[in-house]
């Protein structure tokens, strides 16, 4: 995968749980359009459980996003 779309595809990400946990995100999609969106075992979560899942995928993420930046074969497959 290029620098470019690691980047890309992290900030869009980022951006994607930020909102979830910041602006509103998690009240918008809690019940049913949480199954669609996140997962089956979202659907009978509420708005804090999502926010706490999506806090939890952002501490995740950024060592993850950190180690593909200084090490590209971390980054998966090639583009």
Known sequence: MSLLTWILSHVTLAAFWLW?????????????KSFFIIGWFAALWTAEQLRLYALCILVLQVPWFI???LMPQWRGFAV
């Open 20 to 32: 979830i946990l910041n602006f509103g995100g998690a009240a918008k999609m809690e019940g049913w």
């Open 67 to 69: 180690a593909g930046l």
